[in-house]
């Protein structure tokens, strides 16, 4: 290639140097092929330990990322054209150059099926956000799609409950727009589903990096977890086996999820958003018994002394204090409706923002309804 080529080669590979630096955690593969008449001579890396392993002609180096600009320069001079291909999580960029002339365009992963083929007919009511076809490994990952990239009849109520989930924070995953890196802990992670899913919507849909941390105290799932992220090269993730009360992270966290966490489970991923002054808390709270056990009021005995109605108020009363507590805490609260009743009465989801540094009046509401239903819940203990 000619030398005024080279030196505009250089320009791009520069950008995308800085890109990789930034991005690194994204980065999936780069791919080089070279011309030289008739001939072609290909190379490849990808990344290891903080670094890129690269081959090409079956000389294999690391390179720091900072090394890649020189060391693709140096390989395209002794050619008659190059394509390097730069390959990450939803984008691949890719430079072309010869004699005549460089260029560089942008490809973003989109991959089109008809929704006939690839589903059924149960699920072409609502425009998904998690897509199939564009989504097909995450969704094969996470068991939703069979091998042929159909949704599998048992796994549409699973599908339609996290696409509808991220639907419902939508609002607020684009409200951390001005946050670099958004930093999201999920509590009682299990086998990390919605991390997985909100993963990919934050990185491959809206383009904005992101970093995970999941929280179980069971080894079992933690490590299953971690397996699926290595199937997935979704390399900012980190999962750790870990009582969620004791936790402290070791970054700002911006917002902090937990899904069907029982009993105090949920206080104690409430209480850790609110001691981590999280920008958005999201719950969906599950098997709350701890109130149950302790409320009183006696102008409603007649109606309480049936159990049935004493446990579908205690669950109304535990989810309502939780509510009225993040408001006194400064969070702006709403409690929706998560899946239909149909499907299971555990189906409330508690969306909780920060607007404020506290609410007294709030904070005067859930003590006098405290004393009122001769309560102390779990929550409030584990704030402070």
């Not at 490809?107 to 083929?117: A, G, R, T, W, Y």
């Amino acid at each position: 290639m000619k030398k005024q080529n080279i030196m505009k080669l250089k320009l791009f590979l520069t950008g995308l140097e800085e890109r990789l630096k930034e991005n690194y955690l994204l980065f999936e593969n780069l791919d080089i092929t070279c011309t030289s008449g008739t001939k072609k001579f290909k190379g490849k890396g990808s990344p290891k330990d903080e670094g890129i392993n690269f081959n090409f002609n079956g000389v294999t180096k690391i390179l720091k990322p900072q090394e890649i600009t020189d060391q693709l320069c140096d390989i395209a001079e002794q050619y008659d054209a190059v394509e390097i291909r730069y390959v990450e999580r939803g984008t691949t960029i890719v430079i072309e150059g010869d004699h005549k002339n460089v260029k560089i365009k942008y490809e973003d992963k989109e991959i089109k099926e008809p929704l006939e083929k690839v589903t059924t007919s149960q699920i072409g009511n609502r425009d998904y956000l998690i897509k199939v076809g564009r989504a097909n490994p995450l969704l094969k990952e996470i068991g939703i799609l069979s091998k042929e990239g159909k949704v599998k009849n048992d796994m549409i109520r699973k599908y339609n409950q996290i696409d509808h989930f991220v639907e419902l924070i939508e609002d607020l995953l684009k409200g951390l727009e001005d946050v670099e890196e958004i930093n999201i802990l999920d509590c009682g992670c299990g086998k990390s589903y919605l991390s997985f899913v909100l993963n990919y919507y934050l990185t491959e849909v809206l383009k904005k990096k992101c970093h995970f941390i999941g929280l179980d105290y069971s080894e079992g799932v933690i490590e299953s977890s971690k397996k699926m992220a290595e199937n997935l090269k979704y390399r900012n993730m980190s999962f750790f086996k870990e009582d969620i009360k004791n936790y402290i992270p070791d970054r700002d966290i911006h917002l902090v999820i937990s899904l069907h966490a029982c009993d105090t489970a949920t206080d104690m991923a409430l209480a850790l958003g609110v001691r981590c002054n999280a920008r958005a808390i999201v719950s969906v709270p599950c098997c709350q018994k701890e109130v149950l056990s302790q409320y009183q009021y006696e102008p409603l005995q007649p109606i309480l002394k049936h159990g049935i109605l004493k446990a579908r108020m205690a669950d109304v009363l535990t989810d309502g204090l939780r509510a009225l507590l993040l408001e006194a805490k400064g969070y702006k609260v709403s409690v929706v409706e998560y899946i239909s009743p149909l499907e299971t009465p555990k189906n409330l989801l508690l969306r909780a923002e920060k607007v404020s540094y506290g609410n007294k009046q709030a904070m005067e509401q859930y003590q006098e309804l405290k004393k009122v239903l001769k309560v102390n819940p779990t929550f409030e203990k584990l704030i402070y």
